[in-house]
């Protein structure tokens, strides 16, 4: 018997923006080809890293420890320059110090972390639903707090969290895994070290869910051998422009005569 296939919040999200290069990615399988290392992606690794081992090892590091393990795990791909890798090395030295302040004041809340970058998925009959939560927190009161961070320039809202693909995903997993426990989830904003949370309503999950099982239908049937590239916004920062500005050429060129 074949295996299901798996939809994580990034393959949905990239068939969302372009069918094109989901496509590329994950069925020509030619990403390694075009796919470049971005600053925003190893700084974003890096600090994953960093807070991994931290609650790891239970919070207990100095900061000292932390800027060490920091130091260590530094991803040095996808910067234009030097003067540009310090910029960013400085700016995370900061996130990680600062989150550590973070760290303190809520472990005086007696809250567990039950998961770290743990990979967790549902069966949704026609696939497996599948995501990597950055981490999982139980409160006092039983409930799930699950956590994403974010390193960018932009601070999150609660408009936002419940707006957000990958954060609706991830509770609905855990939702299926824990019922009758309530779940909701946090972005933690790196830089400025503030956090948004949301959560679904049990209307809001349902509908979801619906919306989930109508979208992976479309994704896994899709006949992607008929679709052609289309000018969008996201063309301007997608790697596989290049790609697809050749066939606009010969296109224009077959136009023509």
């Not at 006092?140 to 609706?168: C, F, Q």
């Not at 209307?203 to 008929?226: M, P, S």
Request: charged content about 30%; glycine content about 4%.
């Amino acid at each position: 018997m074949p295996r299901k296939p798996t939809l994580s919040p990034t393959r949905i999200a990239t068939y969302l923006e372009c069918a094109v290069k989901y496509r590329y990615i994950y069925l020509d399988r030619i990403g390694r080809f075009y796919i470049r290392a971005r600053p925003y992606y190893s700084l974003g690794s890096t600090l994953h890293q960093v807070l991994h081992v931290f609650h790891q090892e239970g919070g207990r590091q100095s900061a000292e420890q932390v800027v060490r393990s920091y130091e260590q795990s530094w991803i040095s791909a996808g910067y234009e320059s030097a003067a540009q890798e310090q910029e960013y090395r400085d700016a995370g030295k900061e996130m990680v110090i600062s989150y550590l302040d973070a760290a303190k004041e809520r472990a005086v809340l007696a809250i567990e972390t039950l998961y770290l970058e743990k990979t967790m998925s549902v069966d949704m009959g026609e696939f497996l639903l599948s995501g990597r939560l950055d981490r999982v927190d139980r409160h006092p009161d039983g409930s799930l707090e699950v956590i994403d961070y974010k390193s960018g320039r932009w601070e999150p809202t609660p408009e936002e969290v419940a707006s957000d693909l990958a954060m609706n995903i991830y509770q609905l997993i855990l939702r299926r895994q824990f019922p009758q426990t309530r779940v909701f989830a946090t972005i933690y904003h790196l830089r400025s070290g503030t956090r948004a949370s949301a959560e679904l309503s049990e209307e809001e999950a349902e509908r979801f869910t619906r919306d989930l099982l109508e979208l992976g239908a479309q994704i896994l049937h899709r006949d992607y051998q008929q679709i052609e590239p289309v000018r969008t916004a996201a063309c301007d920062d997608c790697d596989f422009r290049s790609r697809c500005e050749r066939f606009w050429r010969q296109q224009e060129a077959l136009d023509r005569f």
